[in-house]
């Protein structure tokens, strides 16, 4: 069985400076990662995803995140944030030999201050 | 691309209701379409998967004749909440992909339904 854990409920932060949310898998197989995003009263939308190769992805809206395989982390990070930003994020990872079923972490909230 | 389209955005109606959500792929076949609640506050339970032209998979503790999901088309998948109670008023999200393991879902944007 495959699960997810994102460290932080909640991560205030102010515009302009970085961020990273954090995000740990369980999985006794290969797994495929994803982050989305989700702003209020509306469904996800998709930010990025690892299947294979590079370790360091890069999605829209500037985000990226880092495969650490050893640490079996996907940590979502962005140098510099802006107040369009504050929404709901969610890591999640399906098995690739599965049915596709993605497997969600409990969420983020980034919250971006002036 | 990838466009899902999820029909109506907001429900409210009376306790002994049947509510239909449709949710549409608009430029895409999708094979495959997932069916999520979500409560406040809360992460996306997956409630079931559909494929075109069989029977939708119920995850456990997901009442099939409560929930009824027909994916009749490649394009077309609908969940009906029969005689809906006020518990199981939330917000239903339902996703598409094309089949393949490495293909993401695509998020419509959900339904909220109130049952008074």
């Known amino acids: 069985a495959q699960s997810v854990t994102q460290l932080d409920s909640q991560v205030p932060v102010f515009e302009e400076a970085p961020v990273e949310l954090r995000c740990n898998y369980s999985?006794?197989?290969?797994?495929?990662l994803f982050w989305y995003v989700q702003y209020p009263n509306q469904g996800l939308q998709l930010l990025l995803k690892?299947?294979?190769?590079?370790?360091l992805v890069k999605g829209i809206n500037g985000f990226e995140a880092e495969f650490n395989k050893s640490q079996t982390s996907f940590h979502l990070r962005k140098p510099s944030v802006h107040i369009s930003d504050t929404a709901e994020y969610f890591c999640a990872v399906s098995d690739p030999q599965g049915a596709q079923k993605l497997v969600f972490g409990q969420g983020t909230r980034l919250t971006i201050n002036p | 691309g990838a466009v899902v389209s999820q029909h109506p955005s907001r429900v409210i109606c009376k306790s002994g209701t049947s509510v239909k959500i449709e949710c549409r792929s608009l430029?895409?076949?999708?094979?495959?379409m997932f069916w999520y609640r979500q409560f406040p506050k809360q992460s996306l339970m997956l409630m079931a998967t559909?494929?075109?032209?069989?029977?939708?998979?119920?995850e456990q503790g997901v009442e099939k004749d409560k929930f009824l999901i027909n994916h009749a088309s490649l394009t077309l998948s609908t969940l009906t909440v029969t005689s809906a109670h006020p518990e199981d008023s939330s917000f239903y999200i339902c996703?598409?992909?094309?089949?393949?393991?490495?293909?993401?879902?695509?998020f419509g944007d959900g339904t909220r339904l109130s049952i008074l």
């Open positions: 559909s494929n075109e032209g069989s029977k939708a998979t119920y």
């Open positions: 996703s598409a992909s094309q089949g393949a393991n490495n293909q993401p879902q695509h």
């Open positions: 430029d895409f076949q999708a094979t495959t």
């Open positions: 690892y299947l294979s190769g590079s370790t």
């Open positions: 999985s006794s197989v290969s797994v495929y």
